[in-house]
């Protein structure tokens, strides 16, 4: 499916690009393959099939809003545990270049970078409204986000708002780009799709397809957003902050529209 490098240490320089970004296909090469192993599989049936059963029958009594949230705290955590003990030492090294950077540079970046993202958000909004049948259905993520942070909302915010950003953009984009021995075309529409499937696979077969269709476009857009971030900076955490930003801002419109 994929070429995996087996050369050290590649850095690519990118047209449009303003620094060149390293991928790491170093001691970590021999790894990559684990990955595409592990995180699918975890994505697909972590948290569904083994976290949640085991959370509900060992705790009978518990909500299902709170057996959501602890099973979607777990299956982060050990996501992000299990991609640190298989790459932590590339993900370190990736993030300290960030050093290279002063202060007003940093600054910059990231307002930059947040707007890519709100810029693109606000493109699926209108996109949504000119193609939108009018049902406006939210994914069957959205709803059981919304349906949980009505009990729990400071610890949906923390989950969506910092814990979920640092987990996606070091699969989606540091891991992608960095695994991949492929063009920057080939990279960014791996990870834009597949950060698609992500967020709108649970809604298939819950809602309409026209509107299925409209989410998937909407969330492969972010994903092209986030990635266009990622070549531009050439450093993760502004992608991180900048989706932390977004997923903030969400979720405090949220918290005024319902005390509104």
Known sequence: MYS????????????GVSKPYTYILGEENNKWYIGWIIFPAWYLIGKKYIILPVI???????????AYLITNYLWNLIAIVILFSL????????????????????????????????LFTILGGIMQFILSSGNNEQ?????????TMKEH????MILSAFIGPILEELIFRWFIFSSINKSLIIKVIV??????????????????????CLQAIQYVLAGIAFCLVYIKRGNVVFGIAAHMSINLMHNLMYLVNKWG
């Not at 509900?56 to 709170?66: H, I, L």
């Open 4 to 15: 995996f490098s087996n050369k050290r240490d590649r850095t690519q320089l990118a047209v």
């Open 56 to 66: 509900q029958s060992v705790f009978e009594a518990m909500s299902y809003s709170d």
């Open 87 to 118: 790459y932590g030492t590339g993900i370190v090294r990736d993030i300290k270049q960030i050093r290279q950077y002063d202060i007003k540079s940093i600054a910059s970046g990231y307002i930059k970078s947040f707007a890519v993202i709100v």
């Open 139 to 147: 994914s069957i993520n959205e709803i059981t986000l919304r349906m």
């Open 153 to 156: 909302y400071w610890a949906i």
């Open 191 to 212: 990870s834009s799709v597949l950060f698609g499937l992500m967020h709108f696979i649970p809604s298939i077969g819950a809602i309409s397809l026209n509107e299925l």
